[in-house]
C-alpha cells in the first residue's frame, strides 16, 4: 500500500464468514486504501486474501462472484482508491490431507461440472476429529481423484454445503473452481431452493409458518445451538415450514431454508416447542406428547429403535446450472428408516 491510511475492511471474525453453518463459503468487503495504486483486480485479490491463488479469483470474476461498486467486473479491471470490493468464494481447503477411498456413492446426477449425490444417515460429510476415514469427502477424493478440487488431498473436494451425519438426503458437488464459486454464490443469495422432511413432535401452529430465528453456539453446551430471538448473538437464520400430515402426537412437516445455519432445522423446531422426533441432541428422543405409559410407550421406544436419529431428510435441491444457465431440481425419496417410522405412525393415527 502507498498510503498510511488502512483499508476500511471488515477484519477478525466478519472478514472470515459474512454466512456460516451448512454453506461451506467466504465472502469477503474490501474498501480499498486512497492511496492504492491502480492493479489488475485478480492481482490485487490475490494478494490481499488468504489461502487465494489467482486462478481461484479469476474464477470467481467469471462466476460473476467478484463485484466492485455493486456490479460484477472482468480480470483486467483495475482498482481505483476507495472502490467497494465484495467477493464470495468456497472455504480454503483445510489443513491436512484426505486418504482417497473407494465406498459406494448414490449419485443421482452426474456432469462435467457437479454432481448430486444422496447422502445415507450415519455418513459424516467431512473428515474432522474422531473421523479421519470412511467419510463422504474420502469417497469424492476418490471419485474425483482427477479433478482439480480433488487433487493434493484437499479435504474438501467439491463441497460447497454440507449436511448432519445422521441427517439424508441430496447435496450438490462441484468438480471444477469455477462450478464450485458459481454455486457458493447462489447459495449466498439464498437462490438454492433446498427443502428437507421432517417428522416433529406435536402440531405446528398454523399449516404453514415462519421462524425467524438468530443462531449461534449455545452459552451453555458449545457442542449444540441456540436461538438468539433478540439477535444479539449468533447469525440471522430463517425457516418456512408446512405441515404435510398430523398424526395426533407427531406431525410430518417440510421445511424450506432460507439461510443454512449448523443444525437450523433442528433447533429453529426445538424453539417453536416441536423438537424433532428422535433427535437425542435437541431432547425428541424422549415422548414429548402423551403418556410415557403402557401400550404407548412400547409403540414410541419401537419406533426410537426403527429410526435411532433425527428424523430429517434433505428431500429437494434445486440450482442453475453453473455453465448452461438451466434450472435444475432433484429429489430423493426417503430412506427405509425414515418411510417405515412414517408408516407406524400412519397406522397408529388410523
Given at each position: ?260 445455519r449448523t443444525h437450523q432445522i433442528r433447533v429453529h ?82
Amino acid at each position: 500500500m502507498t498510503s498510511n491510511e488502512p483499508d476500511e475492511e471488515l477484519t477478525g471474525a466478519d472478514l472470515d464468514e459474512v454466512e456460516g453453518g451448512d454453506e461451506l463459503y467466504e465472502h469477503h468487503r474490501i474498501v480499498v486504501d486512497r492511496g492504492q495504486e491502480q492493479l489488475r483486480i485478480d492481482k490485487f485479490l490475490q494478494a490481499r486474501l488468504r489461502n487465494t491463488s489467482r486462478n481461484k479469483v479469476q474464477e470467481a470474476i467469471r462466476a460473476l462472484a467478484v463485484e466492485v461498486n455493486g456490479a460484477p467486473v472482468k480480470p483486467n479491471y483495475r482498482v481505483k482508491p476507495q472502490d467497494v470490493i465484495t467477493i464470495t468464494l468456497p472455504e480454503p481447503p483445510r489443513e491436512g490431507r484426505v486418504m482417497p477411498e473407494e465406498m459406494p456413492l448414490d449419485i443421482r446426477y452426474e456432469d462435467a461440472e457437479l454432481l448430486i449425490v444422496n447422502k445415507p444417515a450415519g455418513l459424516v460429510v467431512h473428515p474432522a476429529y474422531g473421523h479421519w476415514q470412511g467419510t463422504l469427502v474420502n469417497g469424492l477424493a476418490h471419485h474425483l481423484a482427477n479433478l482439480p478440487t480433488g487433487r493434493n488431498g484437499e479435504i474438501r473436494p467439491g463441497l460447497v454445503h454440507r449436511i448432519d451425519k445422521d441427517t439424508s438426503g441430496l447435496l450438490v458437488i462441484g468438480k471444477t473452481e469455477f462450478a464450485m464459486t458459481h454455486l457458493s454464490l447462489q447459495f449466498f443469495h439464498h437462490t438454492i431452493r433446498r427443502s428437507y422432511l421432517a417428522l416433529v413432535w406435536g402440531t405446528p401452529p398454523g399449516p404453514t409458518g415462519t421462524i425467524s430465528g438468530h443462531i449461534g453456539r449455545s452459552v451453555r453446551d458449545r457442542k449444540v445451538q441456540a436461538v438468539y430471538p433478540d439477535g444479539d448473538q449468533g447469525k440471522a437464520a430463517v425457516t418456512h415450514y408446512e405441515v404435510l400430515e398430523s398424526f395426533g402426537p407427531v406431525t410430518l412437516v417440510r421445511c424450506v431454508l432460507e439461510t443454512g445455519r449448523t443444525h437450523q432445522i433442528r433447533v429453529h423446531m426445538q424453539y417453536l416447542g416441536h423438537p424433532l422426533f428422535s433427535d437425542a441432541t435437541y431432547g425428541g428422543d424422549r415422548i414429548r406428547v402423551g403418556q410415557s405409559t403402557g401400550a404407548y410407550r412400547d409403540f414410541v421406544e419401537n419406533a426410537f429403535r426403527l429410526l435411532p436419529r433425527q428424523a430429517l431428510h434433505a428431500r429437494s435441491l434445486g440450482f442453475v446450472h453453473p455453465t448452461s444457465g438451466a434450472q435444475l431440481l432433484f429429489e430423493a425419496e426417503l430412506p427405509e428408516d425414515f418411510a417405515a417410522v412414517l408408516e407406524k405412525w400412519r397406522a397408529w393415527a388410523a
